[in-house]
């Protein structure tokens, strides 16, 4: 079985996020989720709890993001 880039979500106090996605990045967050509970066994009551740990992910495999973010001063 291939394996997805997130693995089980921690369990972490909820925050409350408004977004607005399109349909079809919606329909694929609920996909997305419904591939994990599988992988992992582990309940994604509400897909939208993806979102910050795909973003997350994201912004730590990005080399551009990383290589300006280090060019940054703190």
Do not use: C, S, W
Not at 18 to 26: I, R
Not at 40 to 59: C, D, H, S
């Amino acid at each position: 079985m291939t394996k997805l880039k997130l693995d089980a979500l921690p369990d972490d106090k909820p925050v409350k996020v408004t977004v607005a996605l399109p349909a079809q990045v919606h329909r694929d967050l609920v996909a997305y989720a419904k591939v994990l509970e599988r992988q992992n066994g582990q309940t994604v009551a509400e897909p939208a709890k993806l979102i910050a740990p795909m973003v997350e992910r994201f912004m730590a495999t990005d080399r551009g993001f990383a290589k300006l973010r280090r060019e940054v001063p703190k």
